[in-house]
């Protein structure tokens, strides 16, 4: 197949995802041509079958806000047309599947038809998306997908609650690929420089925006530093890394807690840690948490949105309300406290990151193509 995928190209999880699976289908040897306004960040490969086409928005003065979704459009009609797409797979709704519902009606002017299928990630509906500003579009474009998928069960719901949806939406869940942590070895000297004194290491990864709840990842740790000896690891960056900080600063915990900025190989940092902390009040699925798990790290993580799919309590890791920074340091110290359980818990994790293999996940987008190749649109 010769397909379109439309991403953000940045660190989000949309954007991983997407950029993860057309490298698979890409290797499974379909043509997989990659569409956004910058080449996507986990697009470290080129093969004979990868293509990135660029979207340039040039400024001009009249607009003090550039049309992007216009020149994606356009850009999406001028692929399909030039690269003879088969398909058009828009990951995260807001706008890329107005462009893609737009570029098919311009195609279809010209005797072009294609099917686009378009994948829900989580923000783009529980945040965004239900917004007034937003939602008539969000609504029409869902309906008007030739398909529509949903990273969990949870978002699924989501999607039928808050909008007028008169259509089918699949559950794909997000998925892992294995092969970057297998090739993880000797990480005993980046453990060691991080926590020379045989410290245990919590980690948290995410774009620090409110949705996170990063402060509480600070309390959680400051709780249990007065129990047993820890640090605390942050990945990524976002509009709430400054305060954070400030509250690092205000408990005197800076010597514990180390900022690492955006890590392209989050898999190595992960591979050195002992814990995962994830505090959203709100997330679709909560692919930082597979992360972890794939590389043998338990998760302490609320229990919102479609994380109870990811993060099985009592296996994989633990589940507390969102906000309860109590339960989630004591559930914590439970595992830190106890080797045996904490074993247990580093091998059930990574069981369960196996059911979201990306073997298991890759044939259920593969069958969704094709059934919409053989249909007429
Ligand atoms: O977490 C974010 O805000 C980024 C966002 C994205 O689209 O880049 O992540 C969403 O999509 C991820 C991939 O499907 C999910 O794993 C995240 O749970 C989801 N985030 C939220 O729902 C907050």
Known sequence: MNIGIVCYPTFGGSGVVATELGKALAFKG???????????????????????????VSEYPLFDYQPYELVLTSKLVDVVRFEKLDLLHV?????????????QKILASKGINIPFITTLHGTDITLLGKDASF?????????????????????????????????DIEVIP?????????????TEALKKSFAPNGEKLLVHVSNFRPVKRVFD????????????????????????????EELCRELNACDSIKFLGKVRDT??????????????????????????????VPVISTNTGGIPEVNIHGVSGFLSNVGDVDDMAKNA??????????????????QQAQTFNIFKVLPKYEELYESLLKQKI
């Not at 978002?155 to 259509?167: A, C, E, G, Q, S």
């Not at 898999?267 to 972890?292: C, H, P, V, Y």
């Open 30 to 56: 379909h043509k997989v041509h990659f569409i956004s306004y910058q080449q996507p960040v986990k697009l470290d490969l080129f093969s004979e079958n990868i293509f990135y086409h660029e979207v340039k």
């Open 91 to 103: 990951h995260y709704a807001i706008p890329h599947a107005s462009a893609a519902y737009m570029a």
């Open 135 to 167: 939602e008539p579009v969000i609504t029409f474009t869902i309906n008007e997908s030739n398909a529509v998928t949903a990273v969990s069960e949870s978002l699924k719901k989501d999607t039928y609650r808050h909008f007028r949806i008169n259509r």
């Open 174 to 186: 997000n998925f892992i690929c294995f092969n970057e942590y297998k090739k993880i070895k000797n």
């Open 217 to 244: 990842v600070v309390k959680i740790f400051d709780i249990i530093r007065k129990q047993i000896p820890v640090k605390l690891l942050m990945v990524g960056d976002g509009p709430e890394r400054h305060s954070i």
């Open 267 to 296: 898999e190595r940092i992960l591979s050195i840690s002992d814990l995962f902390l994830l505090t959203s009040e709100s997330e679709s699925f909560g692919l930082a948490a597979l992360e972890a798990m794939a590389a043998k």
């Open 333 to 350: 110290l439970t595992l830190l406290k106890d080797e045996n359980l904490f074993k247990k818990f580093q091998k059930n994790a990574f």
